[in-house]
């Protein structure tokens, strides 16, 4: 078999350090390079193979990554905060921690983490965009309240923004003027337009092929709405990578970090290790969820009444993960069975 040699990358937006070594130790080269295609291809027609090669997890390392795949025998992305753990040193620069990497991804302890197909990440790319289309139209939304506060106009809080109301408000309200009146009008049409881009994202993964079925399967499960389902599926990626309810439970940021010596155990409040798209969408949804699950709403008061409504939120939300994983790992649409069914059973 022929020798691999193996790459330890350490990536950042304009300059990608690299080390090379072979499968005893031994340093056969090392360098930086601009982090461009064009750069990375010329540098691969100078790598001995097979090669194979391994990288931390930054904004940047989605495109490098898969520049690089195709070229590579094998191609790994380590887990940040466990590398650091394993890579501690007191001298540390780019040239250090591609060395590092390298003899991780030699040894065989480098913290792998999962990477999702390329496929995903773009959709995903298109989710996020949503969120600072929603913040923006919430500022926008303020901003018209702070307007009409401003200028001591009354009106009606649960109407403000429906477009009939706005409309009469600004032809009939006599202390609303024309200077007012223009910079109400900008905002109510950046309103507008933040809505329609935001709904037009939305349909567009929706009726996605890759999508489409998937989602359709997650939305029969009750207070799981489309924003959810899509989360979920471009958040989670494959269910089937976590191999248990309670470790995706622990992804989506819904439980605490534990702290144990001897005798001794204390748990934190929610940890900051988590996916935090996922851990927002979950509760927001865990929020609604009691409305439209009688099952759901049962849980939620026993959880109540044991501690505040916090503590019951999150006990719906974890049983939402646990819906999710039970219809994604099954491939199939969510069963409610009544209590009639279940206690004969």
Known sequence: MEPMYYIGLDVHKRKISYCVKDNSGKVYAEGSLPATRTDLDLWMKTLPRPWSAAMEATMFT?????????????????????????????????????????????????PECYVASTAIRERRRTLRYRNPLVRQMVQMKIKISSLLMEAGVSYNKQRLHKAGYFRELLASNPDIDEGLRALLRQCREAVVRLGKTEAALIRSLEHDRLLAERVERLMSIPAIGPI????????????QRFSSIKKAISYCGLCGAEKSSGNTVQRTPLSKQRNKHLQTTLIEAAKMAPRYSPTLALLYDREKLKGNANRATLAVARKLVAYLMSVDRGQCHFLVLDQETRTAA
């Open 228 to 239: 959810t389902a899509l989360t979920w599926a471009l958040e989670i990626g494959e269910a």
């Open 62 to 110: 989605g495109w490098i990554y898969d520049h690089l795949k195709p070229h590579a025998a094998a191609l790994k992305v380590a887990h940040p905060l466990m590398l650091r753990a394993i890579a501690a040193a007191k001298k540390k620069n780019d040239r250090v921690d591609a060395n590092k990497i390298c003899d991780c991804l030699r040894c065989d302890f480098l």
